[in-house]
C-alpha cells in the first residue's frame, strides 16, 4: 500500500486513463476522488473502496474550487482532462485553439491554484501531476497543430510549477503518453474513412508495434504520486512503447 494516508484528486476519471489512474491509486491505498463532466460514467466506481467518485467540469474554475474545498485533505492532483484536436495551423480556427487551450492548459493551471494553498498549508508537500503527450514539444506529429501547442504549454507549465515550489516539497511532473486504447482513440479511428488503416497508423507510431493499454500507464502516476518519487521533480516523462527513441 504505497499510498496509504494520501488523499488525490483525479480529473477526467470517468474514462481511459483517468479511470485507470484512479483505479490504481485507490488500489494502493490513497483516497481517491475520482471526478468527471460525464456523471454518467461514474457509476463503474459504485463499491469501489477508496473512491469517491463526483462530477466536476474542469472548465468551471469555481466548481474546482469548490470540490477541492470540500476535500478533507490533498496529497496528489492528477490533472488528467485533456482533448485531441486534429488539423493542420492552417485548418484551426480561433474557436478551436481557444477551447484546446481552456481544457488542455487552463484548466490545469485552475487545479493547481485550487490545490496549491491546501498542500502547502498542511506542509508535508504534495505530488501534482500534469497529463501532456509527447505530441508537443518532444515530437511534432501529423494534424496535431492545436493539441502540440497545447500540450508543449502543459509541459512549461509543469516544470515553471516545479521550480517556485521544489523548496515546499511539492513536486510537479508531467506524463507525456505515446498513443493509448482509450474510448476517444477509438473514436478518433472510428470517424476515418478507413477506420482499419487508421488503427493499423496509430499501431505503427509505436516501434513496440502496438498500442499501449491505459493500465500500462497507471504504473508510472502511482510512482510519480508516491513517496518512491520523492527525489523527482520538473519532469516530463514519455511512456510511448519507443515512439521517441
Ligand atoms: P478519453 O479521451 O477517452 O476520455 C477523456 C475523459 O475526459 C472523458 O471521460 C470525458 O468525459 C472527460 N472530460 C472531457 N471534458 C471534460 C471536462 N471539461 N471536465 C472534466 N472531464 C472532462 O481518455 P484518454 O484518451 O485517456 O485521455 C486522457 C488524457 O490523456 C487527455 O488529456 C489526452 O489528451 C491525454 N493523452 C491521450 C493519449 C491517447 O492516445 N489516448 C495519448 C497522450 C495523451
Known amino acids: 500500500m504505497r499510498l496509504k494516508n494520501k488523499t488525490a484528486l483525479v480529473t477526467a476519471a470517468g474514462q481511459g486513463m483517468g479511470r485507470a489512474c ?3 491509486l485507490a488500489a494502493e491505498g490513497a483516497q481517491v476522488w475520482a471526478t468527471d463532466v460525464k456523471a454518467s460514467l461514474l457509476a463503474g466506481y459504485e463499491g469501489v473502496a477508496n473512491v469517491r467518485a463526483l462530477p466536476l467540469d474542469v472548465l468551471d474554475k469555481d466548481a474546482i ?34 477551447f484546446a487551450f481552456n481544457l488542455n492548459v487552463r484548466a490545469q493551471f485552475w487545479a493547481i491554484q485550487a490545490v496549491l494553498p491546501k498542500m502547502l498549508a498542511q506542509g508535508r508537500g504534495g505530488s501534482i501531476i500534469n497529463m501532456a503527450s509527447v505530441c ?7 494534424n496535431r497543430f492545436v493539441y502540440g501547442t497545447t500540450k508543449a504549454a502543459v509541459i512549461g507549465l509543469t516544470k ?46 509505436q516501434p513496440m508495434g502496438r498500442i499501449a493499454q491505459a493500465e500500462e500507464i497507471a504504473p508510472l502516476v502511482v510512482f510519480l504520486a508516491s513517496d518512491e518519487a520523492t527525489f523527482v521533480t520538473g519532469q516530463a516523462y514519455a511512456i510511448d512503447g519507443g515512439m521517441t527513441i
Do not use: W
Open 22 to 24: 484512479a483505479l490504481a
Open 65 to 98: 474550487q469548490r470540490v477541492v474545498a470540500q476535500m478533507p485533505a490533498i496529497d496528489v492532483l492528477f490533472n488528467c482532462a485533456g482533448y485531441v484536436h486534429g488539423g493542420t495551423v492552417l485548418q484551426a480556427t480561433d474557436d478551436e485553439l481557444n
Open 136 to 142: 508537443g514539444s518532444i515530437k511534432g506529429l501529423p
Open 160 to 205: 515553471s510549477v516545479a521550480a517556485d515550489y521544489v523548496a515546499d516539497g511539492i513536486r510537479c511532473n508531467a506524463l507525456c503518453p505515446g498513443t493509448v486504447d482509450t474510448p476517444s482513440l477509438q473514436d478518433r479511428i472510428n470517424a476515418n474513412a478507413d477506420p482499419e488503416a487508421a488503427r493499423k497508423a496509430f499501431v505503427a507510431r
